[in-house]
């Protein structure tokens, strides 16, 4: 239980979820900061193991209704509370022209997880704050329409680059009941995302950074020699966007005189499909899935390899990272570090400076990774100035503060 009755509801896709370490740093550190506010989520966990981060929670999560068939008894009370709030009627209008618009069964469910929430928030909470765009906001936007409350979002990467125009227009304007403000972690998602509201300052720009107090210092990396074993890690979900299937095909491009090992950690809906890949281009015994892991284990492997890759690239659906949080730590770790230059990368890795950003064809991969296997002392210097520039420009604080005084204001303003 929290010290305080929790005056903001947050609202998640799923807690806790691997995943999105992100997510969970921030909120703790924001609860450690002052903030008193429970965790909404749209979803149950699907996860086995959880971060030693998530243990750190010490709000309640509630579990809003993950299909409404399955709750119809708490749904029929919520709608019956939920019609008597005095935004029902203009939340239920909005709701029926995004309907419109998306006529969906994510659309409807996103209205009655609304009606749920807005049912059941404690009366002291004064503000709402939604991790994502999409779907968490629109369940956070019709619930403060209902109650009468401000709602804020942090947005990220599939939620802006995949939700149509009109809607995330309508999120930031404050004509359609749109969000008092919006948080957002890439530059070039908060360019976007300015270009489409009605004031520019209702985004921010808060970069996720790093906690570093939850990451040992890095380790002792004697400089690895020529031709010695070339260990490769990768972290992220087994998806189009993360780019894998071009790596796979990368790895078979090899030159049989680089002795390499690839060791990928992490779930996700392609891993049939991805294990097949490599076993059909004889790879099977070079990799090793590890499958989904917590905290700990992905900084120990992050401390035994001797190359970070990340192959990012936009999916057919639009699709794409932000700025993972992954690549900074490797960074904290100085492992070197490939990627591409999709997104928000480049925000954090200069190519040739911090690491190399590649073409995400596999050629242009396969290439990169026997360029970083052969210039060991070049390798280092640009782990060692990545190492530095997170230090210096990607530390969590920063972003903590801005983001505090935001929530802070919006609920004073409600008081």
Known sequence: MTAKAPTLAVLVKGWPRLSETFIAQELVALQEAGHSFDIWSLRHPTDTKRHPLHDRFTGQVHYLPEYLYEEPQRLASARTVAARLPGYAQAYQVWRRDLRRDPSRNRIRRFGQACVL???????????????????????????????????????????????????????????????????????????????????????????????????????????????????LSVGRLVEKKGFDRLIAAFALLPQTLDWHWTHIGGGSLKNALSAQADAAGLADRITWRGACDQPEVIAEMRQADLFVLPSRIAADGDRDGLPNVLMEAASQRLPILSTPVSAIPEFIESGTHGLLSGDDPRALADAICELARSPVRTDQMATAAYDRLIADFRMDPGIRRLSERLNAICADNL
């Open 118 to 232: 807005a049912a059941e928030l404690p009366p002291q909470t004064r503000a709402l704050y939604a991790h994502f765009m999409h779907t968490p906001s629109s369940v956070a936007r019709y619930a403060a329409i209902m109650r009468g409350l401000p709602w804020s979002f942090s947005a990220h990467a599939k939620d802006i680059w995949t939700s149509p125009d009109w809607e995330k227009q309508e999120k930031l304007q404050a004509s359609t009941h749109g969000a008092a403000f919006g948080a957002t972690c890439t530059a070039i998602g908060a360019e976007h995302l300015r270009g489409l509201a009605d004031d520019p300052a209702r985004v921010d720009l808060i970069y996720h950074g790093l906690d570093l107090s939850r990451f040992p210092a890095p380790p002792e990396r004697p400089l690895r020699a020529v031709g010695a074993p070339f260990r490769m």
